[in-house]
């Protein structure tokens, strides 16, 4: 069966370091996002991605974030200077595109701002 | 705009027991619902979903029904299996959008 794969597992940075999140969505989808959830708090949408571009954001992702699908196969997730609030579980997750469709999920990342 | 609201855990049962896990959401319209699970050490998996009020979703001896009277998707399961220890998330899209709107999770501990 199909998966949505994500690199590192676990990623530990310096604050204000930059980090590239890694994620392969699942061939045929054409929707991709960016969800993260902080340690005990719900999972918070950050972004989605369709047509090589931005389709809808959240208040979250702001300046220091920005996505790219750089090749037909990987999406990531560029934070350009981390600070020690960016520590969260990143997931990805694809989707064919209608309301109703399942969104397939990545095991996350891991980040780890010191 | 749209959110749910799910009970807080964690919850912890013996095996064979009742599982009931609440939901209630606020929304324009009906838009569909969703619960995800999350095993230990893996990503958001699909669990169930309905498209439509009144609807019911079922997967795995897992049941929801979409009930706009009480604006609700509680999670039921009737006998529940140590397998089945992970985290639960209720889910709807936002006004507009595909992004979905998640709730904080209740986690499911369930006990040989």
Known sequence: EPEVTQTPSHQVTQMGQEVILRCVPISNHLYFYWYRQILGQKVEFLVSFYNNEISEKSEIFDDQFSVERPDGSNFTLKIRSTKLEDSAMYFCASSRGSLSDEQYFGPGTRLTVT | ?112
Request: some cysteine; glycine content about 10%; overall charge negative.
């Open chain 2, 1 to 112: 705009g749209n959110s749910v609201t799910q009970m807080e855990g964690p919850v912890t049962l013996s095996e064979e027991a009742f599982l009931t896990i609440n939901c209630t959401y606020t929304a324009t319209g009906y838009p569909s619902l969703f619960w995800y699970v999350q095993y230990p050490g893996e990503g958001l998996q699909l669990l169930l979903k309905a498209t439509k009020a009144d609807d019911k979703g079922s997967n795995k001896g897992f049941e929801a029904t979409y009930r706009k009277e009480t604006t609700s998707f509680h999670l039921e399961k009737g006998s529940v299996q140590v397998s089945d220890s992970a985290v639960y998330f209720c889910a709807l899209p936002p006004n507009s959008g595909y992004a979905l709107n998640f709730g904080k999770g209740t986690s499911l501990l369930v006990t040989p």
